[in-house]
């Protein structure tokens, strides 16, 4: 759930308290003498000491957009990143050139010049070995060159596909990959086709998960049908589904087409459509249709709608805010399961469906912020009553297995507070915490962590750890002091940790061992994010920005 992102208001901060700091006393009293060779405040913070990086420097330079790749094996940067001259496009996005580092043997390459970090510019196949990049991007066009390089050897030529893409998909499996070059949709065998040409004024596609089927959505001045091609064909035809959707999915099974479709240019909202993915009939199961999701085995469906009484003249927060209806997939008939909900979702054991009923904005701190809480509740499948959890819970996380719910509780009374609570199937809530910050549970569902006792609004936390099978019982343990974020390995293993600097955004980076309690600095001035490479959590990959060391990192082999 968590990264390690840089926090804009942290440096603020940071700021704020520097400040402060030198003027307390970079200078004792007069009378009062230091040690000949003992450091001032401000020196001991202007110039802390340099601790030796963990790491080694795999590309030097000023990097930014570090990417890893699903296996691990290779990571990209973007070098010398700078924003296009162009009014209106996003104050974030960078031009660049793309490198692809190995994390083992092997040197750096350059695979494009004027790479985009939007979203959809580089993408990995799901098993690791291609990348897929859009280079010399033209913002004023949102098209690139579309670029494949085989990453299981970079000796290897990278393949040249098209010149003016807007949008690529790889295939679940990675064998297979579809774009659109100006309007035309295109489908072939990774890395270098053949290609063949299927349609026509396209804007996005999708492969159905078994990869037996392509859909792609046409664009508005089009129809903004969706459509669905059997790739087994020789000469595939299109078959529509429905026109004007807004967005669209396929089950997890192949078996499912849902979309969310405006007939009616003067409707509130979306009227939501499923269909069989073999004879390809719409049947409406919702009007004013503005949020839906469907259960992982591909079972069940929900849904947020504006409701009748408000759709005449809805306010935009009409609009934000709805009922909740839950249905089987394929069949009409549903039922009303929640009043003001905003936010809901299925548990991955598809065995309940989780959301926030009676969703309200509070002020927060005197009125200095606004906090979004809601009556915590859930239906057990398949015909469960709802049952209300916790009211005014501002954030929930539910248990990779579905049989643990950890919340958050707002508590007015006898004055402000917030608490952490643990539910496991069939037991009572334990509070586990007063005032905490981010909490997630480990990727077993055995433990939940979460940063509590913090300092500096939240910047400077210990780390701890809850058993949950102890909870109730055995108090969390104390993993490690002043963290600012973290995030667990794969296994459970590892927690990466942050620290931020307080004249920069940078931040020291830690490497705990969860299972020993050994814990290192990796290095410092390290810029955000940062990457475990292996599931154990022993190979990471960070950029460092600092003046004389900025490059590229992988240590490996750590404790």
């Known amino acids: 759930m968590l990264t390690l992102e840089p926090a804009v208001t942290s440096v603020k901060l940071w700021v704020a308290v520097l400040s402060a700091v030198s003027l307390l006393g970079c200078d004792q009293k007069k009378g009062v003498a230091r040690p000949e060779g003992t450091p001032t405040i401000r020196q001991s913070i202007e110039k802390p000491v340099r601790q030796a990086s963990l790491g080694v420097r795999k590309l030097e330079g000023r990097a930014t957009e570090l990417r890893a790749s699903p296996d691990g094996r290779v990571v990209t940067v973007m070098m010398d990143g700078e924003k296009p001259r162009l009014d209106g496009v996003p104050p974030t996005m960078r031009l660049g050139s793309l490198w692809v580092v190995p994390t083992g043997e092997g040197s750096p390459l350059k695979v494009a010049n004027g790479a985009v970090n939007v979203p959809g510019g580089l993408l990995f196949t799901s098993d690791g070995k291609f990348a897929l990049i859009l280079g010399a991007y033209d913002p004023s066009q949102q098209s690139g060159e579309l670029l494949v390089q085989d990453l299981s050897d970079l000796s290897k030529e990278r393949q040249r596909l098209a010149p003016h893409v807007t949008y690529m998909k790889p295939s679940a499996d990675g064998t297979r990959l579809a774009y659109v070059d100006d309007g035309v949709l295109y489908e072939g065998v990774l890395p270098a086709g053949p290609f063949r040409q299927l349609a026509g004024e396209v804007s996005t596609a999708e492969f159905s998960p078994n990869g037996k089927q392509l859909y792609f959505r046409r664009k508005s001045a089009a129809g903004g049908g969706v459509y669905q091609l059997e790739l087994s064909d020789e000469k595939p035809t299109p078959r529509r589904f429905v026109d004007a959707v807004g967005e669209y999915v396929i089950s997890d099974d192949s078996k499912w087409v849902i979309a969310m479709a405006r007939t009616n240019p003067r409707q509130v909202g979306f009227e939501l459509f499923i269909g069989d993915a073999k004879t390809l009939k719409p049947v409406k199961v919702g ?41 089987r997939v394929g069949q009409a008939e549903s039922r009303k399961v929640g009043q003001k909900v905003r936010e809901f979702e299925f548990t991955k054991d598809s065995k309940k469906l989780i959301f926030r009923d009676n969703y309200q904005v509070l002020a927060l701190m005197g009125g200095k912020y606004d906090e979004k809480v809601g009556d915590l509740a859930t239906v057990t499948l398949p015909d469960g009553a709802p049952k209300v959890i916790q009211k005014r819970s501002p954030n929930y996380e539910v248990s990779p297995d579905g049989t643990a719910i950890a919340y958050t509780a707002r508590i007015e009374t006898p004055e402000y507070s917030r608490h952490l609570f643990l539910l496991r199937d069939g037991e009572a809530p334990v509070k586990l915490q007063e005032w905490l910050y981010d909490y997630v549970f480990s990727p077993q569902g055995d433990r939940l962590y979460y940063r509590a006792n ?49 004249r920069d955004e940078l931040f020291d980076i830690s490497l705990t061992n969860l299972v020993t309690g050994e814990s290192k600095v990796l290095d410092q001035y390290v810029a955000q994010p940062v990457h475990f490479l292996s599931k154990d959590g022993t190979k990471v990959a960070w950029i460092v920005l600092e003046k004389g060391t900025a490059g590229v990192y992988v240590g490996s082999g750590l404790p």
């Open 454 to 502: 913090c300092t500096r609004e939240g910047r400077s936390c210990d780390l701890l750890s809850q058993d949950l099978s102890k909870a109730g019982v055995e108090k969390a343990k104390k993993v490690l002091g002043a963290t600012f974020n973290f995030k667990l390995s794969d296994d459970g293993s590892h927690a990466l940790t942050s620290t931020p600097h307080m």
């Open 287 to 327: 009007d004013d249709v503005m949020r839906f999701a469907i259960s992982r085995d591909s079972q069940w469906v929900a849904r947020m709608q504006v409701p009748t009484s408000v759709s005449a003249s809805p306010t935009a927060n009409d609009l934000q805010i709805g009922e909740l209806w839950l249905g």
